[in-house]
C-alpha cells in the first residue's frame, strides 16, 4: 500500500466534505494529530475505523485502499491487487527479518570465533594483534545487534492490545521498552496507552 498515497486522497476527500482535521477526528472519537498523521502518509486507520472513515467520507474501503476513486468496472481488479499488496508486504517483511536475523547470527559467530581465537593463540599472537583482533569481534557484533534491532523496530508494525492500531516506535521507546518474545511494552501513539504490543508484519495481520 502506497501510505502517501492514501493520506492524499483521505486530505481531498476530507476536503471535499468540507470537514477540517478537527472535526473529522471528533465525529471518528480521536485526535485530530492522528487524522493529520495519516494525511501526512505516517500512519494508517486501524481496522475498526476503516468503515467509519469511509462511511464519513462516502467511499469504499477499497477506494481507500487503492488511494483513489475506483469506477465499478475497475472495482474487482483494484480489490485484487489490494490483496496481492498486503500478501507480498507480508512476505517481504518476513523476508527482511528473516535476512536480519541470518546476519545478527554470522555476526555473533564471527564474535564468538574471534575471542576464542584469541583466547586459544594467546601465548603466539602479539599483543596489538590480540587487541585488534577482540575490537573486530566487538564491531562485528554491534553490527549484529544494530541490524536485529533496527529489522526488529522498522520492519513490519507494532500493534496496540487497547485501540488496535499500529505503529513504528522510536529508537528510545525501542530500546527501553521491556519485551518477551514478539511482544513489546510500548506507548502507542494513537490511544497514548502503554501495553504489549505483537509485532506483525502486515496491517491486515
Known sequence: MDQIK???????????????????????GISDKTISKWERGNGFPEISLLLP???????TVNELLSGER????????????????????????????????????????TFITLILIVSAYA????TPAKVAIVIIACVMLAIGVYVVSQGERTIGYYKC????????????EY?????????????CPHC?????????????D
Open 123 to 126: 601465548d603466539v599472537i602479539s
Open 53 to 59: 472513515l469511509c462511511e464519513e467520507l462516502e467511499i
Open 6 to 28: 492514501i493520506g492524499k486522497f483521505i486530505a481531498e476527500e476530507r476536503k471535499n466534505k468540507k470537514y477540517t482535521q478537527r472535526q473529522l477526528a471528533d465525529i471518528l
Open 175 to 187: 530500546f527501553i521498552a521491556m519485551h518477551m518474545h514478539t511482544t513489546r511494552h510500548l506507548k
Open 70 to 109: 475506483v469506477e465499478d468496472i475497475d472495482y474487482k481488479k483494484k480489490a485484487e491487487e489490494n490483496m496481492v499488496n498486503m500478501i507480498r508486504e507480508k512476505e517481504e517483511n518476513k523476508k527482511k527479518m528473516y535476512l536480519s536475523f541470518i546476519i545478527g547470527g554470522m555476526s555473533l559467530v
Open 161 to 172: 492490545k487497547n485501540c488496535s492500531d499500529t505503529f513504528i516506535p522510536t529508537v528510545g
Open 192 to 204: 497514548g496507552k502503554k501495553t504489549w504490543c505483537k509485532k506483525i508484519y502486515s496491517k491486515e
